[in-house]
């Protein structure tokens, strides 16, 4: 084994990422505009830190707003606790749910690489 196969993903973080892919079903455009900089920060730390500061100084205006918190909490230690490779997957089962959603992703990180 020259160890370049990639790791399977674990059947736990499987079921972790089902179950933002359905929360993320159903958020309105606010909260999925809110987790697109959350997703940002994660993917290129420190250059959208500003952004998430403010960010998180706004309260998403929707009926329940502690779910949504709760959720955006447990995504990020479920991510963190994710492998790289995991990670990847999850952007490839997201983007099968919402191309729209990645691609602006995708362009944004892009945006930020070119302001090096």
């Known amino acids: 084994m020259n160890g370049l196969s990639p790791q399977p993903i674990s059947y736990v973080t499987l079921q972790e990422q089902r179950c933002v892919l359905s929360w ?13 900089q ?42 963190e606790s994710w492998e790289e490779e995991e990670r990847n997957h999850f952007l490839h089962i997201l983007e099968e749910k919402d191309p729209v959603f990645v691609a602006q992703f995708y362009s944004c990180v892009a945006g930020t690489a070119a302001k090096d």
């Open 38 to 79: 959350d997703l940002l920060g994660k993917a290129v730390p420190g250059k959208v830190c500003t952004l998430l500061d403010s960010l998180s100084t706004l309260q998403v205006k929707d009926k329940l707003p502690n779910i949504f918190e709760c959720q955006l909490r447990l995504w990020t230690q479920w991510f």
């Open 24 to 36: 993320f079903q159903g958020w309105n455009v606010p909260q999925r505009e809110r987790f697109m």
